[in-house]
């Protein structure tokens, strides 16, 4: 069911949802091109690093689609852009300096959430924006690729995984939810 038909009294009108929508999904990816700039600069030279860059490039190619967009239709960005600098690039660094494992745990509690919530909007979106729809389905397989990669080498094993990924998970939505907002 689209979240569209269930407007309440007070909610925002399509096009208003559709910007929240380009919004958080540009504020997301430069996110994820923070976090992996993070796990880099402390694993660049490790065995995992190739797999970082790989994903890492595609998140630079998430972002400028989501960029492009964001003129195109002058969205406003988040304001929150100078904090999910910082964050990324700390979450990043943290959890690669805690060791490979701990990096690619990082990897799977964020594109888990990723999913999920490009999973929603495509769901929200339905034959509306049919162009907006196959580019956050694209980059849906992405993260969900990303998770797998991050599996395979190991994010179960990290110290401390179900506390490690629960709390990266929480920051992981409220930074959706402010980023749809402000």
């Given at each position: 069911m689209s979240e569209f038909p269930r407007r309440?009294?007070?909610?925002p009108a399509r096009p208003a949802l559709v910007e929240r929508m380009i919004r958080v999904d540009q504020a997301g990816e430069y996110g994820a091109k923070r976090i992996y700039d993070g796990q880099l600069a402390v694993l660049g030279r490790s065995r995992v690093a190739p797999?970082?860059?790989r994903m890492a490039e595609q998140e630079r190619r998430h972002l400028a689609a989501f960029d492009a967009l964001v003129v195109e239709r002058r969205v406003r960005p988040t304001v929150l852009s100078p904090l999910?600098?910082?964050a990324g690039f700390a979450l990043g660094a943290a959890t690669a300096l805690m060791g490979e494992r701990a990096a690619m745990a990082c990897t799977v509690a964020v594109e888990e959430v990723i999913d999920e919530h490009y999973r929603r909007q495509?769901?929200?979106l339905g034959d509306t924006e049919p162009a907006l729809k196959s580019?956050?389905?694209e980059f849906r397989r992405d993260e969900t690729?990303?998770?797998e990669v991050a599996l395979a080498h190991g994010a179960e094993e990290a110290p401390a995984y179900p506390a490690l990924?629960?709390?990266i998970k929480a920051g992981s939505r409220l930074a959706i939810w402010l980023s749809t907002r402000l």
């Open positions: 309440l009294p007070g909610d797999e970082i860059r999910w600098h910082a495509s769901e929200a580019a956050i389905e690729e990303h998770r990924s629960a709390a």
